[in-house]
């Protein structure tokens, strides 16, 4: 099991056990998890920033690392056919 599925068990322990209250550490744990998943779902760091409320890109980028393939998929755009719009003759 990896740092995060531990992570989202652990949250998903402490909502579930029948206490009627989450803790700071859960909800930051919560938190984490909504984040790194955003990332490793394909959702862009800005808008994950926007999402957390971070008011600086640099506290968002502890998730980048979960998405290694984006500069691939950055680059692989690039293969893709641009779109010509046909004009009717008129």
Known sequence: MGKD?????????????GRNSVSISDSMILRHTFASHLV??????????????HRDISVTMRYAHLAPDHL??????????IPVERQSAG
Request: glycine share 6%; charged share 20%.
């Open 40 to 53: 490793m779902k394909g959702v862009d760091l800005r808008t994950v920033a926007k999402l957390m409320g």
């Open 72 to 81: 691939q998929a950055a680059v692989d755009v690039l293969a893709q056919p």
């Open 5 to 17: 599925e531990y992570l989202y068990a652990m949250a998903l322990r402490a909502l579930f056990d």
